[in-house]
């Protein structure tokens, strides 16, 4: 008996997937493994790859196989969301053609590349004509996918990480906080001003310890390391696939905190990744929900549960021991407010969960400028210490600490920033829910126990994969629309104790 | 202008190229890095990519254009020698449908599984019905290309390691071998049997450290960090791409011999991979000629370089910082004949090159009767048992020492073993030549600079590729086609001084 459209999609699929898996893995060894030299041929891959993979996705044969798919009125709910994933997939790939693909993924290459020297010199004239011709390319995706899917050209950006996401309705949600932040960040400046000193922790913290505790941390919250490992990058992410999962970090042996937080923040990314429904592996229904569902575990995992006193509780007898720590700057309470002090920086990866709006805001800004063309590239550097200015009152000291700091524009990701503030509004959302539902959370965690935290998370949201939209999913999870609420509710609880 | 169909097969090479470059590094992956529950999810990745390139290799388009090319009167002689090796590489692919590759790549992928455990338990009885299916499929495909290719079963297989490799001509080179080697053997025994005692080398020997002397001898031998790297796999080899190589090691902390010289014979792999001609990267004129003059690149560093006195002169007092060693036993004549020492042994990876061409000859002569329907696999033990026992007078005490020690055969690679030896006699050729050439080679050597010879190398080998047949480039190489001779005296004037 010959396949349903349904059956031959899911086989494509499957095979595309096998594909995404196979760049997923190049990419990561491009980051943690591969020596300078290998860039070239690297990139050849990287770029032959993306052409198969699109045209696996832009056979000839598929829109029909979609519209069969769509009308087949056997399939299950979760059949459904699948053909809808495969046809939302299908209509960005569709929507550009195979060089423009290759054109982009050769040039992005090639300016992370680059990148990573200019960064550490703080060069962004060498960057610029490289940057330049990524915005290029962008810019020409961004326009043939706003047409095929009818919204603005920024909006198709966001669409490819943030389904169904409108740059107008995070306007909405991103001024609510903007009207808060300020003088909230102010009070929260001046309570910790008036506080108790902090007491700094003396390293160095010899990088293979760092690594050894946070393994042990990982583990705790449910890492399983049959799938999964744990490298060094010039820039922490989370990749891999689904069943095997690569999380980075960079140690600084001057202070373990900052390394530590970003094991505990990809670790969350790590658990969504491997809690997603088994059975619909390499399917677009088996998939994460999209960045901002992504970002929320990460974050959910970071700053709801990684910085609360429970955490610390449990936490800081093995800090001492890894570390050597004693005396009162190892003490539960001091080692929280290091935690939790919050601060203005430039850098938006080392910025607390107060400022880090901030620099999404700046970001997201800038970024739909560019995309509109409102922002020149070399424009940029100035254009990013204004807007750093605007809203935060400070300016970088050099482009390393302004605009050169973040891989993203860099490797041709535009749209993708505000994804990180929806996830911590969606986070402290789904923390909020959980600690609600199952009130053994939080005692459980000071014990070093992630169980029923994990247990929750499985069932509300990892288990879901892409079965609803996002907003549905948050809706079920927690019984009401995203918001900001408990995301402006948690700060003032942890930050003013109100 | 249209593309010329010389052009057009060099596009599609360079992508195929690209595509095994990836499968290559997720093998290497696999080896190196992959945790267990990965393997699902990697097994799918490598069978889709594997089935994406038979595609475009059997395109066809491929066959027209391969003819056009072929007619085209403008091509210099390097494209000339790439449109053979694009023939040669088609009618392997085109020869076999896709039904039969796919049912071999199971059937390997089975009995592989299967050999691991039948090997371990010494239960030749378990493996053997996947074993005669591998054989079935293997001798199917054998029949299928010696039909296209116009040569024997056996040949045909042999083709697909070393082009236009006959076991006729390697008859008639083993032939050579076998009747000078068991005198030898008794002669090299005895005088080692006659001469000092060997004083063993006190561990144990630190991985860390192993690692990092390494690093410093494969420096010397010219290796380049900056397109590979070093890593840990269970089975050692040199993997990666031509600008990306990726050399694996194991450490034993009882012996650092075995992992320092593996390293170095891989190192030798390494330098021809990484010295192949730039300019023709990605087309097969590019690649290295095949697997005899591969082992020949390997076997001249381990064994005719890197076990000869210069080295050990430059190398014992390094060996001696390292591992704190002093004394006699760490006496660069000690370390000589450790390093030189000749046994009568039943494993082949353990083999020392006197001993070595026995086990080699032993697989060419059971693997050709099986191939030609003259040995059937439920006599592969005794046959193996005998024919060691005839060609070096032991018995192995059981099949895991005896017929289930190797691979190779399970895992669908017949045709291979002759290369090794092959290669044995290239690396002597190419070495007493390179000497005869440059006899500042060993003195340079004996101070740790192997400029020289690699400089030659690179001149007469690695910069050819693919533009010489294998006979060609030994005869252009050394002023005479391949022969044991070479071999033959450096055994003599290595084992017996004369």
């Known amino acids: 008996m010959s396949k349903t459209p349904y059956q031959d999609l899911e086989d494509r699929f499957r095979r595309m997937d096998a594909v995404s898996g196979a760049l997923s893995m190049l990419h990561w060894d491009m980051s943690a493994m591969m020596p300078p030299g290998g860039v070239d041929s690297r990139t050849e891959q990287l770029a032959v790859l993306q052409t198969l993979h699109h045209a696996m996705l832009t056979d000839p044969a598929v829109p029909d196989l979609l519209d069969g798919a769509q009308a087949d009125v056997h399939l299950d709910i979760w059949q459904q969301a699948n053909v809808q994933g495969m046809r939302r997939t299908w209509v960005h790939a569709a929507a550009i053609d195979a060089d423009l693909v290759e054109a982009t993924s ?36 961004a326009e043939a996918k706003a ?17 169904q996401g409108r740059a107008a309705e995070i306007d909405v949600v991103f001024a609510d906080l903007k009207g808060f932040l300020p003088d909230f960040l102010d009070d929260v400046l001046s309570r910790q001003a008036s506080g108790p000193a902090l007491l700094p922790l003396q390293g160095p913290f010899p990088a293979a310890q760092q690594k ?22 010039h820039h922490p992410f989370c990749g891999g696939t689904y069943d095997d999962v690569r999380l980075t970090t960079r140690y600084d042996e001057a202070d373990f905190i900052s390394a530590l937080m970003g094991v505990l923040h990809e ?8 809690g997603l429904p088994k059975q619909w592996r390499g399917q677009p229904v088996g998939a994460d929900r999209g960045m901002s569902i992504h970002e929320s575990q990460s974050l959910l995992m970071e700053m709801q549960a990684c910085r609360s006193p429970e955490f610390l509780h449990y936490a800081a007898p093995l800090l001492r021991e890894t570390f050597n720590g004693s005396g009162e700057a190892w003490s539960e309470d001091n080692l929280t407010r290091l935690y939790t002090k919050v601060e203005k920086g430039f850098i938006r990866v080392d910025a607390d969960e107060v400022t880090y709006p901030a620099h999404v805001i700046l970001r997201f800004n800038l970024e739909r400028a560019a995309i509109q063309g409102d922002l020149q590239m070399a424009d940029l550097p100035g254009a990013w210490n204004d807007g750093l200015k ?3 009152g400070i300016t970088p000291p050099s482009d390393r600490e302004g605009c050169l700091q973040d891989i993203h524009w860099f490797d041709g990701a535009w749209g993708y920033f505000p994804t990180y503030t929806l996830g911590a509004m969606t986070a402290a959302q789904f923390f909020a829910k959980a600690k609600a539902d199952q009130p ?17 998370l499985r069932d509300h949201v990892h288990a879901k994969g892409c079965l609803l939209s996002t ?5 079920d999870a927690t019984g009401e629309p995203l918001n900001a609420a408990h995301f402006k509710a948690h700060l003032k609880a942890r930050y003013l104790g109100s």
């Open 147 to 163: 047409d095929k899917l009818g919204v603005s050209p920024y909006d198709a950006l966001l669409d490819q990480y943030e389904p």
């Open 267 to 274: 670790t969350g990314h790590a658990l969504y990744d491997q």
């Open 471 to 475: 907003s549905d999913l948050i809706q």
């Open 440 to 456: 053994e959370i939080l005692p459980s965690i000071a014990k070093g126990d992630f169980a029923p935290l994990l247990g929750w």
């Open 212 to 233: 050894a505790l946070g393994k042990t941390f990982m583990t705790a919250l449910g890492f399983d390391f049959n799938h999964g490992r744990l490298d060094e990058s």
């Open 390 to 392: 605007a809203i935060l």
């Open 106 to 141: 050769r040039a992005c290459a090639k300016c992370e590349t680059v990148w990573r020297d200019a960064r550490k010199n703080s060069d962004f004239k060498t960057i610029l004509p490289h940057l330049e011709e990524v915005l290029n390319l962008t810019r020409q995706q």
